[in-house]
């Protein structure tokens, strides 16, 4: 069956819902968040009750962009609404315990979308969930005040290394205006999440480059992070998230791979260009994903688990 | 005299034109070039012959964009264009030699324009040049095409750092909407500006990182580039242009200054936070700038340099 609807039905059905609560994806990032925030403005804004659920897994950058918006100890929601989150098993346990089977729309820019909610309204083609509530707001008539444009923008941004990835499309950037237009602080989410880094997430790019080995004239980079890395640059998990890309950013580098060190061996992430096959390279190692971006699990030492990594990318692409 | 000009007296001035010739500014930058090759694109959408006047000082990221609108020699111009360009002491020497005093018309949006031309037309709240290069198709009634969008986007987008600085305006991302309509590969822009940086420029910076020393409980944070930096990165200007902001992307820093050595001493490349004034620090060792930028040199060994420099911050900021 079925269930997708359009974004006309989709804000047909939250001008008839009332005392809403909002469901943001795990491990949230900027557009859960910012969309999550955005819509339940938007909906306070039309008169409604309106809370995000709080996200057990939020982080000190995004906590900000929850605050006003969390619900007061025992509200029973009338209307569980999701956003961003294309399957079940992807919002936190704890609201996958309180609300699995009972999510009445959820409002998506994942093609993968698994349709889980009573009703899904999906633009596949949209760079940023948040792309959608700017979308809604108009359909229900909502001027974009700065209480809705902010977390919107937030979204925008995040979801699209601030319009940088390939994925922005002509609406992605209108939206952006519109919510400019507002006379948000659009600045200050780009400093925070686009011009800062920790200390430690520098350091541990530094150490990365630091041990980078380069071959086929300049085109294959492989490097490592190793479990004393990570302890001598302080660097914790949002630090290292962006670590594997490093490689695909230095100049004439069209495949990058990092060796990362877990507690049982060598994690592999692979990062290409396109014409080189990520996926093909992890599969030789037992591993798989995207041909732009895959990874596999060597169980080995350093010296064995690199010699593995040069042999398949050796297998890939000829000799190095 | 004020000879500013409106936007619809600028697409009057350019629809009565015709062989003209474009000037770029020296040093240039995505904008100037960006901006000159969309005008000129445009100009020839209404069958004038139209030229951009060769840039001695182009770069190699910047030439391809350049190619097709170069003029065959011994052309004479009937009509001289500058954009981008605030004075005419900023057009590279052979176009000063060439045609000073002989710009007709300046389009720009550096509010300290010098009014060198016969007529300009300033906007000072664009973001980029560029914008107004758009606005300009706009009020001339010329379909955004491909050739004249792709430059456009190239002189927007890094006029901004890809839409992340706080000049950018609903106007400036509206203009960017409607270059990505067009079906230009927008990111093909956004990949060689925003996601490479060369193999030196990435040692430059780390080796920056691994000099740096903090004060003030992390707010303060002083680092060095030295000659032998230099040799040993391999980094050229080009690799080293953005390397004094580095340290204000360090999460907490307020002020970051890097002492840079150069033949004749330390150049001081002060960045800093609101709130806290570059311009008195590098004030009080001879230098100025903005607020939020400035710099200076000094005259001596980096013992000497970085001693005179940390007493500057001290007495502005109070004790390290």
Known sequence: MNNTITLAECAERLRSADDVLILTHGHPDGDTIGSGAALCALLRRLGKTAYLCPNSEITPKLRPFTLDFLPPEGFEPGFVCAVDAADEHLLTPDMRERFSGRVALCIDHHGTNSLYAGETCVDADAAACAELIIALSKELGVPLTQDIALPAYLGLATDTGCFRYSSVRPATLRAAADAVESGIDFYSVNRVFFETR???????????????????????????????????????????????????????????????????????????????????????????????????????????????????????????
């Open 198 to 320: 920790s200390r430690a997430a520098l350091a541990a790019e530094s150490a990365v480059l630091a041990n980078t080995e380069f071959f086929r004239n300049g085109t294959v980079a492989v490097s490592r992070f190793s479990l004393e890395d990570a302890a001598s640059t302080r660097a914790d998990r949002d630090d290292t998230n962006n670590l594997s890309s490093v490689l695909r950013t230095i100049e004439g580098v069209e495949l990058g791979v990092l060796l990362r060190e877990e507690k049982d061996g060598w994690k592999v992430s692979a990062r290409s260009a396109p014409g080189v096959d990520s996926a093909a390279v992890c599969a030789r190692l037992g591993g798989g994903g995207h041909a732009a971006a895959a990874g596999a699990t060597i169980r080995a030492g350093y010296e064995d688990a690199r010699a593995a990594l040069l042999r398949a990318i050796a297998e890939e692409l000829g000799e190095l």
